[in-house]
């Protein structure tokens, strides 16, 4: 059974207007929590597709709960395929919900490599089965490989690390001696270079490290840029996008591109009379991001930094 606790639930499929018969995408399915939820509202005159890159999210939720995976479209996939994976089909979405956050199932599977909180291999591929990302290097691949320059832009990039390059030169200088298979090894080596002084009790020194090394193992920020634009070419007109990101990074790319969508005229101001003819695409439901409450955190400490964003794609 799965651990994971989803995050905004009601806020995202209430601000995407989720109602019965509507055909919906949750575009992370993850531990299920969000296609449960959505296949509640919709109902059986209503029509669900869930994608996840991980089989074994699949996988669990056909073991967990197979009365609604017979009635909902689970598609092993990159949800960046989603223009594809929605075309096949003969859908128009009203709805597509993606919850970017990585599933407690994952994060707590030492075999992933994803956490430190074990020891396990560094891996770190969100698709281990090789299926849906082609061939994917592991994060030990790219830390036995990469230069000092590579490492450090990938450290400062995806994780906002202040150390990045005096990680990425002890990292160098280690795999020299020994290679680094391991979460812990890997910990150990950045706890090392970043000051006691950096050190708190609420955040570990690797955070960071560990996050890039997954953002970059598995392209998160590309796939990212590449769902927005195929979910607003396929959604329905008056339909809703909403995503919950977790990061600044991701934040970042999904309201840029929301700012974008809603635009329109991209002319110069001094110019008075449009020339481009760009017209914009939809409007940003949420002027500031939804967070999480307070009794959402206390009860699920990883919710903490969840900003919620809803876009409405103009009707024809």
Avoid: W
Avoid at 93 to 109: H, N
Avoid at 121 to 147: F, H
Avoid at 217 to 235: I, K, P, S
Wanted: some cysteine; glycine content about 8%.
């Amino acid at each position: 059974m799965t651990k994971h606790v989803p995050v905004l639930q009601n806020e995202a499929l209430d601000g995407a207007h989720i109602k019965t018969g509507m055909t919906v995408v949750d575009a992370t399915l993850g531990g299920g929590g969000y296609t449960r939820e959505i296949f509640s509202r919709v109902g059986d005159s209503g029509h669900v597709i869930a994608i996840d890159r991980d089989k074994t999210a699949i996988d669990r939720f056909r073991m967990d709960y197979p009365r609604i995976a017979e009635k909902v479209d689970l598609v092993h996939a990159n949800f960046a395929d989603i223009a594809r994976i929605v075309h096949d089909r003969g859908v128009v979405p009203m709805a597509i919900i993606a919850d970017l956050g990585i599933s407690s199932d994952q994060l707590d599977d030492p075999q992933r490599g994803l956490s430190f909180s074990e020891d396990g291999p560094l891996d770190m591929r969100l698709d281990q089965s090789g299926y849906a990302d082609g061939d994917t290097p592991t994060a030990r691949e790219l830390l036995a490989t990469l230069s000092v320059s590579a490492l450090a832009r990938i450290f400062r990039r995806y994780g906002d690390e202040p150390f990045a390059l005096p990680i990425a030169r002890r990292i160098v200088a280690y795999r020299k001696k020994s290679a680094i298979t391991t979460t812990r090894e890997l910990a150990n080596i950045v706890t090392e270079v970043v000051p006691c002084r950096f050190h708190r009790a609420t955040k570990h020194p690797a955070t960071r490290v560990f996050q890039a090394l997954r953002i970059a193992v598995n392209h998160e920020y590309d796939d990212l840029e590449t769902f927005l634009r195929g979910a607003m070419d396929v959604l329905a007109p008056g339909g809703y996008l909403a995503v919950i990101s977790f990061h600044s990074g991701e934040d970042a790319i999904v309201k840029h591109f929301m700012r974008e969508q809603a635009r329109g005229c991209m002319c110069p101001p001094h110019f008075p009379i449009c020339q481009c003819g760009t017209r914009a695409r939809g409007d940003v439901v949420t002027k500031k991001p939804i967070t999480p409450s307070s009794g959402e955190i206390a009860a699920n400490p990883r919710a903490r930094s969840a900003k919620l964003r809803i876009m409405r794609k103009n009707a024809l």
